[in-house]
């Protein structure tokens, strides 16, 4: 069945550092989403991308979709404490029309100062 | 933040006994769905919802039943207790126009601890 895998599980950096998670599917993705969940809270959408090869940019994010729409990436440069959350991906399956995705089980940023 | 409300917050419970946590929506959307968090698993999908009475399981549905009355609210029922459902529970809610390339908004979460 379909499967969206993301790396690492979790990361440490020192702040300023770059900071990127992957995300690989079994299957042709539709479209990928990013969210964010900070500690304690709830996840929040941060981007979706759909085109193959597409890359998108928010401010010092930075997000791309493979050319075969089976893997993505988000890249963020400089770290601050304010990216300190944990990042998730989530695809849809290019063969339904059910609005369900498939999420990564998540990379858990730490930035220390 | 979109219109969603989760009812309880927290709750504990004992084994055995049945637990039912709701989600409501003020956006009229028509998805909705439970999901799961556990450390080390990220968000697990336990059911969803793709209109009034219209259900499907997810990956992690074994325990839990769910029901959909009405547009603004999804059920999600727990017959009989585990410690293995001890777990952050998150609803979540989507528009249907483009299926799964639909953003999905997720409520504050309740938080459950079966003893």
């Known amino acids: 069945g379909q499967q969206v895998m993301q790396i690492p599980q979790y990361q440490h950096v020192q702040e300023g550092e770059d900071f990127t998670t992957y995300c690989n599917s079994s299957?042709?993705?539709?479209?990928i989403q990013w969210y964010k969940q900070r500690p304690g809270g709830h996840p929040v959408f941060l981007i979706q991308?759909?085109?193959?090869?597409e890359v998108k940019k928010q401010k010092r994010l930075t997000f791309q979709f493979g050319e075969a729409k089976k893997n993505s990436s988000l890249h963020i440069t400089a770290t601050q404490t304010t990216d300190v959350g944990t990042y998730f991906c989530?695809?849809?399956?290019?063969?339904?029309?059910?609005?369900?995705?498939?999420f990564g089980r998540g990379t858990q940023l730490t930035v220390w100062p | 933040d979109a219109g969603i409300t989760q009812s309880p917050r927290h709750k504990v419970t004992e084994t055995g006994t049945p637990v039912t946590l709701r989600c409501h929506q003020t956006?009229?959307?028509?998805?909705m769905y439970w999901y799961r968090q556990d450390p080390g698993h990220g968000l697990r999908l336990i059911h969803y919802?793709?209109?009034?009475?219209?259900?499907d399981k997810g990956e992690v549905s074994d325990g839990y039943s769910v029901s959909r009355s009405k547009t603004e609210d999804f059920l999600l029922t727990l017959e009989s207790a585990t410690s293995s459902q001890t777990s952050v529970y998150f609803c979540?809610?989507?528009?249907?126009?483009?299926?799964?390339?639909?953003?999905?908004?997720f409520g504050p979460g309740t938080r459950l601890l079966v003893l």
């Open positions: 979540a809610i989507s528009e249907s126009g483009r299926g799964n390339q639909e953003t999905q908004y």
């Open positions: 299957t042709t993705l539709s479209n």
């Open positions: 991308l759909v085109k193959s090869g």
């Open positions: 989530a695809g849809g399956d290019r063969g339904s029309t059910l609005g369900r995705l498939y």
């Open positions: 956006e009229n959307h028509r998805y």
């Open positions: 919802s793709y209109g009034v009475k219209d259900t």
